[in-house]
Nanobody, 113 residues
């Protein structure tokens, strides 16, 4: 199983960014996928989850209405569209198979002016 995140970077408050997670080594369409994040000194927290088909999604309370998780089963990729970014969104973002089954290496998002 391999999960490779990309798309992180430095964004100004109020800005947008899309993270991608390319999956390989398993049958992608058979698994729900999730995004987590971990800020310095804090525990890793669930950001968003998407079901195998994409028909069901769930979000953490702090990102509801601002973030959107989606997936492309033909490309074995899961995405996280992040809008209206805030400094408190600064964290390392991790892609996960299921909810913590396997993890990617993470991608850093910094929201700062």
């Amino acid at each position: 199983v391999q999960l490779v995140e990309s798309g992180g970077g430095l964004v100004q408050p109020g800005g947008s960014l899309r993270l991608s997670c390319a999956a390989s080594g398993f049958t992608f369409s058979r698994y729900g996928m999730s995004w987590y994040r971990q800020a310095p000194g804090k525990e890793r927290e669930l950001v968003a989850y998407i079901s195998r088909t994409g028909g069901s999604t769930n979000y953490g309370d702090t990102v509801k209405g601002r973030f959107t998780i989606s997936r492309d089963n033909d490309k074995n990729t899961v995405y996280l569209q992040m809008n209206s970014l805030k400094p408190e969104d600064t964290a390392v973002y991790y892609c996960s198979r299921g909810m913590g089954d396997y993890w990617g290496q993470g991608t850093q998002l910094t929201v700062s002016s």
